[in-house]
């Protein structure tokens, strides 16, 4: 199965800071059909996960642009500028590339 | 707009199967594939499998072999999971989730 590894797994930040997370894959995500299919999630607490970014940077209906999905293969990070409290909770990558799809172990964004 | 409504929380006994529902509205139902995600509390998230609802397709992580079962009803546009041989380790949150959207998610648990 691939395994998804999310750095750091809290990220203790400031309001208004920058934060950043890694999802590295034990195998390149790039699908056969060229499509690289990484996922960006975050659950909130006491929520259901909400996706953020697909298929690497591309921002899912109503995310605000300080999301920013990038990477490709197997080396991915989601970047949050100007973090804001409804920002705070867990971020999940996902891959959807190879079976089974598989989530990352989570990484908590939370206020230092 | 996009609504995955799921069944209500479930008390089930050991050795016993519950089918929980995901009657989804605010978009073709046949048009996207309806995935299924566990949550054990505290934990983090797990495929389980998936449904193409047009042409009743599915696939499953290898774990949930046996364990799950995936349909869907076209005409009440409602996705299905059964889960059978329940143990305290399906004990759990179940998610149903399409297009990017989620259900609020079912808690069950399984206790004698």
């Known amino acids: 199965d691939v395994v998804l590894t999310q750095t750091p797994v809290a990220q203790p930040v400031t309001l208004g800071d920058q934060a950043s997370i890694s999802c590295r894959s034990s195998?390149?995500?790039?699908?056969?059909?060229?499509?690289?299919?990484l996922e960006w999630y975050l659950q909130k607490p006491g929520q259901s996960p909400q996706l953020l970014i697909y298929?690497?940077?591309n921002r899912f209906s109503g995310v605000p642009d300080r999301f920013i999905g990038s990477g490709s293969g197997s080396d991915f990070t989601l970047k949050i500028s100007r973090v804001e409290p409804e920002d705070l909770g867990v971020y999940y990558c996902?891959?959807?590339?190879?079976?089974?799809?598989?989530f990352g172990g989570g990484t908590k964004l939370e206020l230092k | 707009q996009v609504q995955l409504q799921q069944s209500g929380a479930e008390l089930v006994k050991p050795g016993s199967s519950v089918k929980l529902s995901c009657k989804a509205s605010?978009?073709?139902?046949?048009?996207?594939?309806m995935k299924w995600v566990k949550q054990r509390t505290g934990q983090g998230l797990e495929w389980i499998g998936v449904?193409?609802?047009?042409?009743?397709?599915?696939a499953y992580n290898e774990k949930f072999k046996g364990k799950a079962t995936l349909t869907a009803d076209t005409s009440s546009n409602t996705a299905y999971m059964e889960l059978s041989r329940l143990t305290s380790e399906d004990s759990a949150v179940y998610y149903c989730?399409?297009?990017?959207?989620w259900g609020q998610g079912v808690m069950v648990t399984v206790s004698s």
């Open positions: 989730t399409s297009m990017g959207y």
């Open positions: 605010g978009y073709t139902f046949t048009d996207y594939a």
């Open positions: 449904i193409d609802p047009e042409i009743d397709a599915t």
């Open positions: 195998q390149s995500l790039v699908h056969s059909n060229g499509n690289t299919y």
């Open positions: 298929k690497v940077s």
């Open positions: 996902f891959q959807a590339t190879h079976d089974p799809w598989t």
